[in-house]
């Protein structure tokens, strides 16, 4: 008999190797997504590199990780909706915007909180 642990842990690792194929496919066929992660990795070090508080640095590197999570769920619906609805419909290009708009959202809060944050540190360094 599998002991409850081996189960798991296998259970973890095949949801890992999961979780890599659906980056890799977004890396491969998506440009959003690879126009978001080349920017996540130039926010990402020079926020830290500002030392802001600890509180302002986590909610924007997480903030940066909810960017990539709602590109990647926009890019699973849309795959999704190409896939049961080929022809135009509707609805299909209703739920395809609203996954947009969400990207858009999430891009427009990183990008007001990181410049209500980190953007007087960088002003401080600017000017100098």
């Known amino acids: 008999m599998k002991s409850t642990t081996a189960f798991s842990f296998m259970r973890v690792l095949r949801a890992m190797n999961f979780s890599r194929q659906g980056i890799r496919s977004a890396w491969r066929d998506e440009a959003a997504f690879r126009q978001e992660l080349s920017l996540m990795l ?64 999430a891009l427009l809060t990183l990008g007001g909180v990181w410049l209500t944050l980190a953007g007087p540190a960088v002003w401080t360094l600017v000017r100098a």
């Open 42 to 105: 130039v926010l990402a070090p020079l926020t830290l590199w500002l030392r802001l508080p600890p509180f302002d640095t986590a909610l924007l590197l997480a903030l940066m990780g909810l960017v990539l999570v709602v590109e990647l769920l926009n890019s699973g619906l849309e795959a999704v909706v190409d896939m049961t609805m080929p022809d135009i419909h509707v609805l299909a290009a209703k739920a395809k915007d609203c996954g947009s708009a969400a990207v858009f959202v």
